[in-house]
């Protein structure tokens, strides 16, 4: 990245961003949610396009001069709707948080009831979590994980969508390493009357290069970020059938937002482009296996993983056995220059800021040009960290000798 300006005006933002593009660039980023956007991307979020306002939507805006930016958002939707086969995609949404709202919004009154995975068993906060807005607002009803498959049990979400009535059942997790049944979710919706919702988040960029089943054929709405799996530009955007398209828009502007970032929306069209290709199924695929290989050398040494193993781009790694918490776990190997987060495992003791387990991905290592060779050495890695902290320094060195063999952006 070229901040030679931004050194000029302000050399200590300058400095930070020098600071984090290091802290990347030197580190193992085994953070689930994370990717490293291409430089293409970063160009056109960076563009001109940041400075135009066009509040409303392509031949519909309330400021002239939107000739370009309505062709560019007409652009990002085509490729959208193509991509993952779909009716109508709104490519606004700023986040998936608010892509999320929006449907909540466009469908629910306060008060009413929602049927969604719970935080602690993988779900994300606007999953009805009383520290958000969608927990203050709605009368949220959760499913958890199978004691004992720890996977999620389509009859216990059947029984309380019998027992609940939501108006709507949502799928779609943070930390749930396995395939989710859209299908049988959407059996269930409509014997009940609920509308189903996916929130594909973590799994977009999974299941636009069909190494996950896509829940468009299934869902009435399907929202997402557009920066985890799917390794586009900082956003979300919503799918919805035709029929609910109307409010949806209506709902995202005028109802929640203003201006759409245009900057953004470009580059949501150059990353539904990336992911149109067959080089990004190449890369999915690999992102999958090296899952799968961690995962297996992590239970080789000794490690427990939720639900025994994973079939997308994370793990949740139960840590009880170690003594020793999912935040301590989250310092030591980020001493040793590997980043991840503490998780909570399912039936939770230790609470959520200290947490019984991490929680590790492989899209972004994948990015880098990793395969299961990185992946059996990096096992060894979190197992040297975990087992003795005395072996940080030496790891950090293996550590940044694979990054230095792997850079993030080609110089
Ligand atoms: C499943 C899921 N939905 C929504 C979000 C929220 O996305 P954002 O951080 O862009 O608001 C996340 C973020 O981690 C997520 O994991």
Same mark, same amino acid.
């Given at each position: %990245?070229?901040?030679?300006?931004?050194?000029?005006?302000?050399?200590?933002?300058?400095?930070?961003?020098?600071?984090?593009?290091?802290?990347?660039?030197?580190?193992?980023? !085994?953070?689930?949610?994370?990717?490293?956007?291409?430089?293409?991307?970063?160009?056109?979020?960076?563009?001109?396009?940041?400075?135009?306002?066009?509040?409303?939507?392509?031949?519909?805006?309330?400021?002239?001069?939107?000739?370009?930016?309505?062709?560019?958002?007409?652009?990002?939707?085509?490729?959208?709707?193509?991509?993952?086969?779909?009716?109508?995609?709104?490519?606004?949404?700023?986040?998936?948080?608010?892509?999320?709202?929006?449907?909540?919004?466009?469908?629910?009154?306060?008060?009413?009831?929602?049927?969604?995975?719970?935080?602690?068993?993988?779900?994300?906060?606007?999953?009805?979590?009383?520290?958000?807005?969608?927990?203050?607002?709605?009368?949220?009803?959760?499913?958890?994980?199978?004691?004992?498959?720890?996977?999620?049990?389509?009859?216990?979400?059947?029984?309380?969508?019998?027992?609940?009535?939501?108006?709507?059942?949502?799928?779609?997790?943070?930390?749930?390493?396995?395939?989710?049944?859209?299908?049988?979710?959407?059996?269930?919706?409509?014997?009940?009357?609920?509308?189903? %919702?996916?929130?594909?988040?973590?799994?977009?960029?999974?299941?636009?290069?069909?190494?996950?089943?896509?829940?468009?054929?299934?869902?009435?709405?399907?929202?997402?970020?557009?920066?985890?799996?799917?390794?586009?530009?900082?956003?979300?955007?919503?799918?919805?059938?035709?029929?609910?398209?109307?409010?949806?828009?209506?709902?995202?502007?005028?109802? %929640?937002?203003?201006?759409?970032?245009?900057?953004?929306?470009?580059?949501?069209?150059?990353?539904?482009?990336?992911?149109?290709?067959?080089?990004?199924?190449?890369?999915?695929?690999?992102?999958?296996?090296?899952?799968?290989? !961690?995962?297996?050398?992590?239970?080789?040494?000794?490690?427990?993983?939720?639900?025994?193993?994973?079939?997308?781009?994370?793990?949740?790694?139960?840590?009880?056995?170690?003594?020793?918490?999912?935040?301590?776990?989250?310092?030591?190997?980020?001493?040793?220059?590997?980043?991840?987060?503490?998780?909570?495992?399912?039936?939770?003791?230790?609470?959520?800021?200290?947490?019984?387990?991490?929680?590790?991905?492989?899209?972004?290592?994948?990015?880098?040009?990793?395969?299961?060779?990185? %992946?059996?050495?990096?096992?060894?890695?979190?197992?040297?960290?975990?087992?003795?902290? !005395?072996?940080?320094?030496?790891?950090?060195?293996?550590?940044?000798?694979?990054?230095?063999?792997?850079?993030?952006?080609?110089?």
């Amino acid at each position: %990245m070229d901040i030679a300006c931004v050194e000029k005006i302000d050399p200590k933002v300058a400095r930070i961003i020098k600071d984090e593009e290091q802290r990347q660039e030197n580190g193992l980023e !085994l953070i689930a949610s994370e990717n490293n956007a291409s430089s293409a991307i970063m160009a056109v979020q960076g563009s001109v396009l940041t400075n135009k306002y066009a509040e409303g939507y392509p031949s519909k805006r309330y400021y002239g001069g939107c000739i370009h930016v309505d062709e560019v958002e007409e652009l990002a939707m085509k490729r959208a709707r193509k991509l993952f086969n779909a009716e109508y995609v709104n490519v606004q949404p700023h986040s998936g948080s608010s892509a999320n709202m929006a449907v909540y919004f466009a469908c629910l009154k306060p008060g009413d009831t929602v049927l969604a995975m719970s935080l602690s068993h993988g779900g994300h906060l606007t999953h009805g979590s009383n520290a958000s807005f969608s927990g203050k607002l709605y009368n949220f009803v959760h499913y958890g994980l199978s004691p004992r498959t720890e996977m999620i049990d389509l009859n216990e979400v059947a029984d309380l969508a019998k027992k609940h009535k939501p108006k709507i059942i949502v799928a779609g997790a943070s930390a749930y390493s396995r395939i989710i049944d859209f299908k049988g979710f959407s059996k269930i919706a409509k014997k009940t009357g609920a509308l189903f %919702m996916v929130d594909m988040a973590h799994i977009a960029g999974l299941v636009a290069a069909k190494v996950h089943p896509s829940p468009v054929p299934f869902a009435d709405f399907v929202t997402s970020t557009t920066h985890k799996t799917l390794r586009s530009a900082r956003g979300g955007f919503i799918i919805s059938t035709l029929e609910h398209s109307k409010k949806i828009a209506k709902q995202v502007f005028p109802g %929640m937002q203003g201006g759409p970032l245009m900057h953004i929306i470009a580059a949501k069209a150059l990353g539904f482009k990336q992911a149109l290709s067959s080089s990004f199924v190449l890369y999915q695929k690999q992102v999958v296996k090296n899952a799968y290989v !961690l995962a297996e050398n992590l239970i080789k040494k000794g490690f427990r993983i939720v639900s025994g193993g994973t079939d997308n781009h994370l793990i949740v790694i139960d840590l009880s056995n170690q003594s020793i918490s999912g935040k301590h776990a989250e310092e030591i190997l980020e001493k040793a220059g590997i980043t991840v987060n503490k998780n909570t495992i399912p039936n939770e003791k230790k609470g959520p800021d200290i947490t019984s387990g991490i929680r590790v991905g492989t899209q972004l290592l994948t990015s880098r040009g990793m395969g299961e060779e990185e %992946m059996i050495q990096i096992s060894e890695f979190i197992y040297d960290v975990i087992d003795n902290p !005395l072996n940080i320094n030496s790891v950090h060195k293996k550590v940044m000798d694979l990054c230095e063999r792997f850079p993030l952006y080609k110089k």
